[in-house]
């Protein structure tokens, strides 16, 4: 089955403990990217790849960091969480290019920062 | 980044009535407009989308129309019904990523 896996689902943790929260697609897609969901703010996206090795920056990358090692993978780092933080996180997939525009969406994951 | 504005953002309605809502951007270089639709505790789920070639899609109950030169594009759903109250997203695609809208809270009240 396609899809897009997130774990874990629901996190609570402290200021400033280090976390990862990893992301992974079987459906060789070429752009991964990583949104967060606040009330009345929508998806704002905080970074997305392209491909293996090339990363870029969205509207709210600060306090964040991605790797993309391998196709399937895009975890997301915070080295060292803060409040402000606490969201609902999307990992996301797409093929790329013309007519190949849809993105499909993991079940998210719920941070919650003390 | 790409601004997307997005009206109204809540929208309550009669079982049967029709709801549109409506999305403006400000980047001409957009070609792909997806709809998702977004029930409570879940992921956003793909429900329409248009490209910049056509000035309207239709698939049933659900239509987005179009207009390049204005700079918007809007969701028309018909006959509602209970199952369609979710918060329903617009959003335009540049270099394969997404700028979404803020989201309308759909309430079809029976």
């Known amino acids: 089955e396609a899809q897009v896996t997130q774990n874990p689902r629901y996190l609570i943790t402290v200021t400033g403990k280090k976390l990862t929260v990893t992301c992974s697609q079987n459906?060789?897609?070429?752009?991964m990217s990583w949104y967060r969901q606040d009330p009345g703010l929508g998806l704002r996206q905080i970074y997305y790849s392209m491909n293996v090795e090339v990363t870029d920056k969205g509207d709210v990358p600060e306090g964040y960091k991605v790797s993309r090692k391998e196709k399937r993978n895009f975890p997301l780092i915070l080295e060292s969480p803060s409040p402000n933080q606490t969201s609902l996180y999307f990992c996301?997939?797409?093929?790329?290019?013309?007519?190949?525009?849809?993105?499909?969406f993991g079940p998210g994951t719920r941070l919650t920062v003390l | 980044g790409e601004n997307v504005e997005q009206h109204p953002s809540t929208l309550s309605v009669q079982e049967g009535d029709s709801a549109v809502i409506k999305c403006t951007y400000s980047d001409s270089a957009s070609n792909y407009f997806p709809w998702y639709k977004q029930e409570l505790g879940k992921r956003p789920q793909l429900i329409i989308d248009?490209?910049?070639?056509?000035g309207e899609k239709k698939d049933q109950r659900i239509a987005v129309t179009l207009n390049k030169t204005a700079k918007h594009f809007s969701l028309h759903i018909t006959e509602t019904q209970p199952e369609d109250s979710a918060v329903y997203f617009c959003?335009?695609?540049?270099?394969?990523?997404?700028?979404f809208g803020k989201g309308t809270m759909l309430l079809v009240s029976p």
């Open positions: 996301a997939s797409t093929l790329g290019g013309e007519g190949t525009d849809t993105q499909y």
């Open positions: 248009i490209r910049s070639n056509v």
């Open positions: 959003a335009l695609e540049r270099y394969s990523t997404l700028t």
């Open positions: 459906m060789n897609h070429e752009y």
